[in-house]
């Protein structure tokens, strides 16, 4: 849960100040909007993911519902993260 609070945190700096920190700077980023977009939903795809392993009991539908939006949204933040280094002309 704390990767995910960090991930969050830092992609919901990105896009309030528009801009990556030092630690990613090495890479240049082409959209800094896109890299913290994809940064909340790789945070955010890790809450399902932890629900369903504290959960035990939960409906065997429910429990595939939270793997799925797990998933989507890693491979969703995943692909931003990479489409904000991708050149755009």
Do not use: E, H, K
């Amino acid at each position: 849960m704390t990767a995910a609070g960090l991930n969050f945190a830092l992609g919901l700096y990105v896009l309030i100040t528009n801009r990556t920190p030092r630690l990613f700077s090495r890479r240049q980023q082409r959209n800094p909007r896109l890299f913290g977009a994809g940064l909340m939903l790789v945070g955010a795809g890790i809450v399902p993911m932890v629900l369903n392993g504290l959960l035990p009991d939960l409906p065997l539908l429910m429990s595939l519902t939270l793997v799925v939006v797990s998933a989507a949204c890693w491979l969703s933040g995943s692909v931003l993260v990479l489409l904000s280094a991708a050149d755009s002309s």
